[in-house]
């Protein structure tokens, strides 16, 4: 079998699509580490700051019960408080608060009345939590969250220094969720850490967030953004993380593992994050990246397939082959990737899988702005 001048151009057009599909991948743009940050604090305990862990619950008696334990057990040599503002829950949340309270000093307990209208009470909620606080340094997360290591604490606040405002820590799904919503959770963490280390932050998707008290409180925290039920996390990354101002905690001990979501639940998130990205400042450059790793992925592939299938159909075996080959060896070189990913991600999802999931990404992304199109915008807002 020979292979003509046509046959050498096209394979040679296949070869560098493959590559730049390869390197345009979200699993390749991770972000990177920073465990030796000039900025970040001596890791020594005596060197650590005083924290006030933030969450907000409302009837959420069963993942308080079993998450925040963990929180108020954490291995921090250094102060720390963990604050709980209760959303007038009408299940047992209460009680399970008392009982905690009860065998945990570091713990305090408030709460919003159930008369609270026309704000979002997440976000009033949260407030509260942040006023009541008698430490710098907050850091915000869900009563369905916990951490991965008894560390955790410690590896997000050593990277607290004066010059830092802004401290975000991964969030995966625990192993309960489906692999789809777990790889899109990673990519999701690994584009917002990475706009965090090269730019001004455009937005966080995750529950692992730390910044000053002072800073909140003198930009009247969520004032702008009241109104807007959720986005809690997006705005104030968006406020506070400034280039040279935001850093990422990148060691696996700094991940919050959430509960998994169910289908509605799920689906909301990404709605509510639909409508608050609108009012979101620093978006043209995560877009653009975003949407250039999608186009050259599927360019990739529709160039591979045309190409495979005008082979077949003119009978030039030669070319059909070289197109089964790319795509053999590009399947095979994301493949590889993903593994490394999925290793330094702490996620257990085999990377044969990792591929295919990631390139359904961008038509789910579809699927959820039609159904926003048809949302009543009013569901986003309080009434």
């Avoid at 710098?136 to 008894?150: G, K, V």
């Avoid at 799904?173 to 706009?195: G, H, S």
Wanted: charged content about 25%; some cysteine.
């Amino acid at each position: 079998m020979t292979f003509d001048t046509l046959t050498i151009i096209i394979c040679a057009a296949l070869a560098m699509l493959g590559i730049l599909d390869i390197i345009a991948s979200p699993l390749m743009r991770r972000p990177k580490s920073q465990q030796n940050n000039d900025n970040a604090a001596d890791s020594d305990d005596n060197t650590l700051p005083s924290v006030s862990i933030v969450l907000a619950v409302h009837d959420g008696e069963v993942e308080t019960e079993r998450n925040l334990p963990l929180l108020l057990s954490q291995d921090y040599q250094g102060e720390y408080e963990v604050i709980v503002v209760d959303e007038s829950s009408t299940d047992e949340t209460a009680e399970v608060l008392k009982r905690l309270k009860n065998n945990h000093k570091n713990l305090y307990v408030t709460f919003i009345p159930d008369s609270s209208h026309y704000v979002s009470r997440r976000k009033l909620a949260l407030t509260i939590g942040v006023k009541a606080a008698r430490h710098e340094w907050i850091l915000f997360t869900d009563a369905d969250c916990h951490p991965a290591d008894n560390q955790w604490l410690k590896a997000m606040a050593q990277h607290c220094s004066h010059d830092t405002e802004l401290v975000l820590g991964a969030t995966r799904y625990d192993v309960n969720a489906t692999d789809y919503e777990r790889v899109e959770r990673i990519i999701c963490w690994w584009r917002n850490a990475y706009e965090a280390q090269k730019r001004d932050v455009y937005a966080y998707q995750g529950h692992n967030m730390m910044f000053r008290r002072k800073r909140f409180i003198e930009g009247n925290g969520f004032l702008a953004s009241l109104k807007l039920l959720r986005g809690e996390y997006d705005f104030l990354a968006n406020e506070y993380g400034k280039k040279g101002k935001a850093v990422v905690a990148d060691s696996l001990k700094a991940t919050m593992i959430q509960d998994a979501p169910t289908k509605k639940s799920w689906i909301n998130d990404h709605l509510y994050f639909i409508e608050t990205r609108k009012y979101l400042d620093n978006g043209f450059a995560y877009s653009f990246l975003k949407r250039a790793d999608t186009a050259l992925q599927h360019i990739n592939i529709i160039a591979q397939i045309a190409v495979l299938a005008a082979g077949l159909s003119t009978q030039r075996y030669d070319m059909a082959l070289a197109a089964a080959l790319f795509m053999i060896l590009t399947y095979a070189a994301k493949v590889f990737t993903a593994s490394k990913a999925m290793k330094d991600a702490g996620e257990t999802i085999s990377p044969w899988k990792v591929p295919l999931l990631v390139s359904t990404i961008m038509w789910r992304d579809i699927w959820l702005k039609i159904k926003h199109s048809r949302c009543d915008k009013y569901d986003f807002y309080r009434r």
